[in-house]
């Protein structure tokens, strides 16, 4: 039953795709009418599916890579759908939506069947340790997003290309704003995140837990999210420089992300 | 007797109301005329009273703005296609027309044959057309300014206050009003900003979102970036500072902007660059070249932590080295850059207007067709009824008659199927020519 959710709720996004083109580029709102609700409802039933999902395997938390790339699909949507409510800006939909479509198709329609033997993931910490971190890629992803969108704009008003009708973006300001404001909501996610999995890790594997490499890159990327959010805030970087800087940061997160493979401490599941 | 019923209800629903719409507006009526028909809004609700009580007129809204006075009226159509009055004016036109033209003459003192070479007429489908295009700001003389809306909502209010807007009026312009929403939510006529003041405040609001808690400079003086800089602070903005070569000069300018809402501030000519970094938005209109190259403006930039500037350079020759524009974080647009927008803003506007201009059409063929069809379906109604009424009679008759040998369930249900179908058949003719009827009343019209 979860599965039809999540196959549903993939459909859902898919029409949210689409609708949202037409209501950012042109400005109709009858499509956002559409691709607003679609969203809704999709995040709505991919959580119930996630839900019943975690219920069902008598667990509360994702752990194959299918249940957590799926997760930070949903968080996805609920950063677009927070944006559209609190920015009025649908925008950030032509990115954020298909990423979510991408991260959910693969588990809705071939889920994975891996068997959990680590005996930590039954603890409540750990679910807080990757619903933290999952947050932190999200709002990374989102402000790389916000960087580029304020990189075409600036462009745009520069170059004097103003017609209104794909007056599609929001402000500069606004979009500053976004990117700044993710920075600032995902670096106690990280931090938190990071904290909990180490005194977890610490625990059970003791200090050969720091000789780890995923644990050297999230502790790299965590100096170089802090490291953005300082020149951010300190130089008022903006433009193609913080696109630059927001892209570094988020390839260490992608390098992290991949790090899967090679880390012993995070290997949960049986083959 | 049956068919005269059916006669008199076509005649008294299609032929007793005309709807006569009268008026000038800024493409055929020069200002001079235009004011002097002008009806203030605190003299509206009584002109209304008294155009609604004209001798033939059943129901009468005004329209007055500064360009454009229509009244809009439901004669009685036993008027119309009377002759007219011989008269110095009358020049062969119908008689609801002339009774209106002599409205205009008596309450607003205007003589005849001034007004009479720049009215227009419009009746029936045409008035209705013309009618949704005006509050669809179609025939604006801005397309697209929203301020119309408001001002046929307001003449509706009125109009109903006084018990002028009735039966026929009222729909049609409560139909006006959801066309205007339709027009505006369905096209992009009223999005795009036309003259060069609200093009820089559009501007503005693309690189700072709101304008609230913003700080406009305005350095040198001139009507222009006068008129942009109200325009900014109507926007939002909440401080202005003036610089000008006389400080006099710029003091009188800040007193002049300054509201309970604005503050306003001069700095002294001398102390521009080091003051300038404290504005958002700066509007220049000196004429003295170069106020601000790339190296004064990089040094702003950095007192303002990189937060973007806004450069409304409104000189010639310009204030603003072009080279600034290329600094991050710098937007330089001059008089011709301005002009330019506002020309594809003009371009865009009329390509929706087209779009606009569908809408209208589809929704006047849409309501042309429900009220023009409406005394058919009356007509159909009441020989639908009546027919009704012979074949229960006879049904009841014939069932009285075979009362000794009464017929099943099934054998009543297959009498009624006949009767109706019969009915139904017998019928269609006569439908289908009220209907017709209808369809060429409405192309008469």
């Given at each position: 039953m979860s599965l039809l959710w999540l196959r549903l709720a993939v459909i859902l996004y898919g029409i949210a795709a689409l609708a949202v083109l037409p209501a950012a580029l042109y400005n109709r709102p009858r499509w956002r009418h559409i691709a607003l609700p679609s969203a809704m409802g999709g995040a709505f039933f991919h959580f119930v599916s996630i839900t019943e999902t975690l219920y069902a395997a008598h667990r509360a938390l994702p752990i194959d890579t299918h249940e957590t790339l799926s997760m930070l699909g949903l968080l996805l949507v609920v950063a677009f759908l927070i944006l559209a409510v609190h920015y009025r800006t649908v925008s950030f939909g032509m990115f954020l939506l298909p990423v979510a479509v991408l991260l959910a198709i693969v588990p809705a329609f071939h889920p994975g069947h891996e068997r959990i033997v680590y005996p930590?993931?039954?603890?409540g910490w750990l679910l807080l340790h990757i619903a933290l971190l999952l947050a932190a890629y999200a709002a990374l992803f989102l402000s790389l997003i916000a960087s580029l969108l304020y990189l075409i704009q600036e462009r745009r008003l520069k170059q004097k290309r103003t017609e209104s009708k794909r007056g599609w973006l929001p402000p500069l300001e606004t979009l500053d704003q976004i990117g700044l404001n993710a920075l600032r909501f995902g670096l106690p996610c990280m931090t938190a995140g990071l904290l909990i999995g180490s005194v977890l890790a610490l625990q059970s594997i003791g200090l050969a837990f720091f000789a780890d490499p995923k644990v050297l890159l999230s502790i790299a990327m965590w100096i170089a999210y802090i490291l953005m959010i300082f020149i951010r805030s300190h130089s008022g970087l903006r433009g193609r420089r913080a696109v630059y800087l927001s892209s570094f940061v988020f390839l260490v997160m992608l390098a992290v992300w991949a790090a899967n493979s090679l880390s012993a401490v995070h290997r949960f599941k049986a083959p | 007797m049956r068919d005269k019923r059916i006669e008199n209800t076509m005649r008294s629903t299609s032929r007793n109301s005309k709807l006569l719409l009268l008026g000038v507006n800024h493409a055929t009526a020069p200002i001079a005329i235009r004011e002097r028909l002008a009806i203030p809004t605190h003299r509206l609700a009584d002109a209304t009273r008294t155009l609604a009580g004209q001798p033939g007129v059943r129901e009468a809204l005004i329209l007055s703005t500064c360009n454009r006075v229509e009244l809009l009226t439901v004669q009685?159509?036993?008027?119309?296609?009377s002759e007219a009055e011989t008269d110095a004016f009358s020049a062969g036109r119908p008689a609801p027309t002339l009774s209106m033209i002599r409205f205009l003459n008596e309450y607003l003192q205007v003589r005849a044959t001034d007004i009479e070479p720049h009215l227009y007429e419009f009746r029936e489908r045409e008035a209705v057309r013309h009618l949704f295009r005006v509050a669809s700001s179609l025939d604006s003389m801005v397309v697209g300014e929203p301020q119309i809306l408001g001002q046929v909502k307001q003449s509706w209010t009125i109009g109903r206050e006084v018990g002028a807007v009735k039966s026929m009026l009222d729909p049609l312009l409560q139909r006006a009003f959801s066309v205007a929403k339709k027009v505006r939510t369905e096209t992009q006529i009223g999005n795009s900003t036309v003259s060069v003041a609200s093009v820089a405040a559009e501007l503005a609001r693309k690189i700072f979102g709101s304008l609230s808690g913003k700080t406009v400079l305005l350095v040198g003086a001139g009507k222009m970036s006068d008129l942009t800089a109200r325009h900014l602070i109507q926007q939002g903005a909440t401080m202005l500072l003036v610089s000008n070569r006389t400080e006099s000069r710029a003091q009188v300018i800040a007193d002049a902007l300054r509201t309970p809402s604005i503050t306003t501030g001069v700095i002294p000519l001398d102390q521009l660059h080091e003051q300038a970094?404290?504005?958002d938005i700066i509007i220049t209109?000196?004429?003295?070249?170069?106020?601000?190259t790339p190296e004064n403006s990089r040094t702003l930039l950095q007192r303002r932590k990189n937060r973007p500037v806004f450069f409304i350079d409104i000189a010639v020759p310009r204030d603003v080295a072009p080279a600034v524009n290329d600094l991050e974080g710098c937007f330089v647009y001059d008089i011709d850059d301005l002009q330019q927008v506002a020309i594809q803003n003009k371009a865009v506007r009329s390509r929706e207007a087209d779009a606009a201009e569908s809408i209208v059409s589809r929704e006047v063929a849409r309501y042309s067709d429900r009220v023009l069809q409406a005394p058919a379906t009356e007509a159909i109604k009441h020989l639908l009824l009546d027919a009704e009424v012979v074949r229960q009679h006879e049904l009841t008759r014939i069932t009285q008659q075979l009362s000794r040998q009464p017929l099943s369930a099934e054998q009543l249900a297959a009498v009624d199927r006949l009767t109706k179908s019969l009915t139904g058949k017998l019928l269609h003719p006569q439908i289908a020519a009220l209907r017709e009827i209808a369809a060429d009343s409405e192309s008469d019209d």
């Open positions: 930590l993931v039954r603890t | 009685d159509g036993a008027q119309d296609g970094y404290r504005a209109s000196t004429g003295a070249g170069q106020v601000f």
